[in-house]
């Protein structure tokens, strides 16, 4: 069945990834009959699954829940290029082998392309990694294929020693080496208070942009 090899990609691109993204397998619905003659392949979705809270395991080993109000499938012969809409967000957490939460995924929006592997965040977009490392940004982008991650938009980092800012980020997709393009600053982090994350800019999340190049750059690698 279609769906059934839909879900199956799907749950792959989630195996690839080490901290990101979803496999929905909840209720579906049939829309509304309409005259074949007035729909429109490009705006109306082929599928449409609400309500999507499932546990996903592998090897009979729960690693992630994935949580999303809507998916909207966009799969038309007609279409050059297949994708899939979550306008209402995606939440996702994953569990190492005892159950505890290693690293959290939540954005306001998100596309996958699905000839391209490629999926785009929108929105107020934060990533969690244990121990104490979090990133925050207003788009991301996941390259499946070159297993990278990047942002030509504002991007905020934390860990346990400093947060670091700066306009531009790309990453290997388990976030253990990365750089950040215009370093913004270096901010060491106050070991008894902590410190406040930074205020994301109020401003719409822009369009979709390749990776940015600089010779302003700060490496990290973590393990």
């Known amino acids: 069945m279609?769906?059934?090899?839909?879900?199956?990609?799907?749950?792959?691109?989630?195996?690839?990834?080490?901290?990101?993204?979803?496999?929905?397998?909840?209720?579906?619905?049939?829309?509304?009959?309409?005259?074949?003659?007035?729909?429109?392949?490009?705006?109306?979705?082929?599928?449409?699954?609400?309500?999507v809270n499932t546990l996903i395991s592998d090897s009979g080993i729960?690693?992630?829940?994935?949580?999303?109000?809507?998916?909207?499938?966009y799969e038309d012969e007609s279409l050059d290029t297949p994708y899939w809409r979550f306008p209402e967000g995606l939440y996702l957490r994953r569990f190492d082998v005892f159950q505890n939460v290693i690293a959290t995924v939540a954005a306001d929006s998100a596309i996958y392309y699905k000839n391209q592997r490629l999926w785009r965040l929108d929105g107020r977009v934060e990533i969690t990694r244990a121990p104490k490392d979090l990133f925050q940004t207003q788009q991301l982008?996941?390259?499946?294929?070159?297993?990278?991650l990047y942002t030509s938009c504002f991007i905020h980092i934390e860990n346990a020693t400093h947060m670091l800012e700066g306009d531009g980020f790309?990453?290997?997709?388990?976030?253990?080496?990365?750089?950040?393009v215009h370093p913004k600053g270096i901010f060491p982090l106050n070991p008894a208070?902590?410190?406040a994350p930074a205020q994301m800019p109020q401003t719409s999340a822009p369009a979709a942009?390749?990776?940015?190049?600089?010779?302003?750059?700060t490496q990290q690698t973590t393990n």
């Not at 982008?141 to 990278?148: A, C, G, I, V």
């Not at 790309?170 to 950040?180: A, C, F, M, N, P």
């Not at 990776?211 to 302003?216: F, I, K, L, T």
């Open 62 to 73: 729960v690693q992630y829940r994935i949580v999303t109000p809507l998916w909207l499938m």
């Open 193 to 195: 208070g902590g410190g």
């Open 2 to 51: 279609e769906t059934k090899n839909q879900i199956i990609h799907l749950r792959r691109a989630i195996l690839w990834f080490a901290v990101v993204l979803l496999l929905p397998v909840a209720a579906c619905r049939n829309e509304r009959k309409v005259d074949a003659g007035n729909i429109d392949s490009r705006s109306t979705p082929t599928m449409r699954t609400t309500n």
């Open 141 to 148: 982008f996941w390259d499946e294929r070159k297993h990278l």
């Open 209 to 217: 942009a390749s990776a940015p190049s600089s010779s302003a750059n």
């Open 170 to 180: 790309r990453s290997d997709d388990r976030l253990t080496k990365y750089t950040v």
